[in-house]
């Protein structure tokens, strides 16, 4: 069954549209991994400052493999803007039931 990666980002307010703006414009990059299912980057609406950046992924070896190549290297080398997040966690599930949209 899927894994599921949730990276749990501390934003400022005046820090939400540059956070926004740097994941529309990286479209593709994890979509073309081998293994990935989905993404989704979640706004708070209330009550918190974390953004979630939620991905599901065939297995764990398959996110681990995008770790560790693509988003390490698109991570680095050049010159990097000053990052929107202020912090960090990465929480990590193993999917367990699922239910598919109906009409699936």
């Known amino acids: 069954m899927s894994v599921v990666k949730i990276n749990v980002l501390t934003v400022p307010a005046e820090q939400r549209e540059v956070l926004e703006k740097r994941f529309a414009s990286r479209a593709g990059t994890v979509e073309n991994s081998d293994g990935f299912e989905w ?7 209330e009550g918190t400052d974390s953004y979630l950046v ?7 070896e398959s996110f681990t493999a995008w770790m560790e190549g693509s988003m390490k290297a698109a991570h680095q080398g050049g010159e990097r803007p000053k990052p ?21």
């Open 39 to 45: 993404f989704e980057l979640l706004r708070p609406v």
């Open 54 to 60: 939620y991905t599901r992924w065939r297995d764990e």
């Open 84 to 104: 929107a997040a202020s912090g960090s966690t990465l929480w990590s599930f193993e999917v367990v039931q699922q239910t598919p949209p109906a009409g699936s």
